[in-house]
């Protein structure tokens, strides 16, 4: 293959990249790297992907990250980038947010990519307002307490929300 067919190849990869991801994947990678002040090769270990293949990937000699969970790994490290301890540059945070992703072990069905945990969250809030009024999630919210402060405190944010 000649370096004009192989340059062609890149140029039509990075094209379908920024149709299917909205940039090219080396921009986005080039992000994390700076942002959690780590090398290309670990960022590859918490996405769940070769150093060689995400090297691939971003310099367009491959179209796409085939493993949709690594795809949400890379969107989860982007979201945590907003969190205030990694803006921040805090290495405890930064650190935490890396090992948290890597041993992520995100599921993929036909109707969902989750790639944020608080979105579980969210959903799970706006389902038991479907099934409750605010009433009797506050109810039920202060019968568990503090033996189930987690199922408590998600059932009093269901029963704030919906006033």
């Known amino acids: 293959m000649s370096a004009v067919d192989d340059q062609k190849i890149v140029q039509r990869n990075l094209a379908l990249q920024r149709e299917w ?6 921009d986005r990678v080039r992000r994390l790297v700076v942002a959690y002040s780590t090398s290309q090769a670990q960022l590859a270990e918490v996405l769940g992907i070769s ?3 995400l090297s691939q990937v971003m310099s367009g000699r491959r179209a796409k990250i085939g493993n949709p ?3 949400a790994r890379l969107v989860m490290l ?5 969190t205030a301890g990694v ?3 805090e290495r405890e945070a930064v650190e935490r947010a890396l090992e948290e992703v890597r041993t992520s072990q995100p599921t993929v069905g036909l ?3 989750p790639v944020d945990e608080r979105g ?6 706006a389902r038991l307002r479907e099934l409750a009024v605010a009433d009797e999630l506050a109810g039920a919210a202060r019968l568990l307490g503090e033996r189930y402060p987690a199922l408590s405190g998600l059932l009093a ?3 704030a929300e919906g006033d």
């Open 21 to 26: 991801y909205g940039e090219p994947l080396g």
């Open 87 to 89: 803006a921040a540059g």
């Open 51 to 53: 150093a060689p293949m």
């Open 111 to 113: 109707d969902t990519l």
């Open 69 to 71: 969970a690594v795809l």
């Open 78 to 82: 982007e979201r945590r980038v907003l």
């Open 157 to 159: 944010r269901a029963a």
């Open 120 to 125: 579980a969250d969210q959903a799970a809030v």
